[in-house]
């Protein structure tokens, strides 16, 4: 069995991987998991029940936390409900969910998709009877596990001083990406796991994506000399991270590379995961 997951993409359930991954692992998460908003994905149902879908992202944020070094950071990207769900709006929910997990909020940053769709609610033209808002953002909420601050060597920081000042402002600006170019229903830009390594983790540490989809975050991992780990329920999507992430090497690195696909089910259940080495 393959004892160190460094680099590889995982494909199988989120939350049996969290358990069996080991404690203490990983300094970084950045995850955009399924919003519940009937969203076809290859292998998920995106209409869950709300308090269902809350119960099942309260246990992956336990789950979370105990992988996560102490300061370890976890980076959740999280879009605006449907019209119906309006009073208990998902990332308010996130936020009480992981405040009561005993992690540490560190504040929300609001991601400006600077997009310039025109919608209405018909129903309520230029009438106050019932206007709806269209939401031109998504928020990226962020927490520490155990203390604000996370251990490294300052000279494995790679941000410049402009970097470091624009990411501390609590507005990004930033456009989405094409569907249809990545390939995938809810892809993010790779600049948004791109600012949030930088801001929030060393060179040499290690991120992890439990919702990988694509593998942005390991795209972006992988350019910034960080280790990745990426975990998905669907063989199509990890098949798909692992083709963009080798492109990218090869194209930065000039040489042959290989990422490892891991079938979880395959794995073998009777190895210690402490001898599991991700640091």
């Known amino acids: 069995m393959k004892n160190n997951f460094k680099n590889t993409i995982i494909n199988g359930d989120s939350l049996k991987v969290l358990e069996y991954l080991p404690k203490e692992s990983v300094h970084l998460i950045i995850t955009s998991p399924p919003y519940n908003l009937s969203i076809d ?15 099942w992202m309260k246990q992956i944020w336990k789950g979370c936390k105990d992988v996560l070094v ?9 879009g ?3 019209r119906q769900n309006i009073n208990t709006p998902t990332h308010s929910s996130f936020i009480q969910q992981c405040s009561e997990l005993g992690f540490l909020y560190r504040g929300t940053i609001i991601w400006n998709k600077n997009s310039s769709a025109k919608h209405c609610a018909w129903g309520s033209w230029q009438s106050a009877s019932n206007p709806h ?11 520490s596990k155990d203390d604000y601050k996370l251990d490294g060597e300052k000279a494995k920081t790679d941000m410049s001083g ?10 990004w600006n930033m456009g989405t990406e094409s569907k249809t170019k990545i390939g995938h229903p809810a892809p993010f830009p790779l600049e948004l796991p791109k600012r949030l390594i930088k801001f929030y ?15 942005t975050v390991g795209v972006a991992s992988n350019d910034l000399d960080r280790n990745f780990i990426l975990i998905d329920n669907s063989l ?13 090497m090869n194209n930065l690195f000039s ?7 891991i079938d979880f089910e395959k794995l073998d259940m009777n190895v210690e995961n402490e001898n599991i080495v991700l640091l």
Do not use: W
């Open 236 to 248: 199509e999507y990890c098949e798909l991270a692992k083709k963009r992430i080798e492109k990218r």
């Open 162 to 171: 402009d970097e470091f000042m624009e990411y501390t402002r609590s507005v």
């Open 80 to 82: 605006e409900n449907k």
């Open 133 to 143: 808002i269209v939401p031109r953002h998504e928020y990226i909420i962020t927490f």
């Open 201 to 215: 983790s060393f060179q040499g540490q290690t991120v992890l994506d439990i919702f990988s989809g694509s593998g």
């Open 255 to 261: 040489t042959e590379n290989n990422v490892e696909i």
């Open 70 to 78: 102490k300061g370890g950071r976890l980076c959740i990207n999280i």
């Open 41 to 55: 994905y290859a292998n998920h149902n995106d209409e869950l029940p709300y308090e269902e879908y809350l119960e």
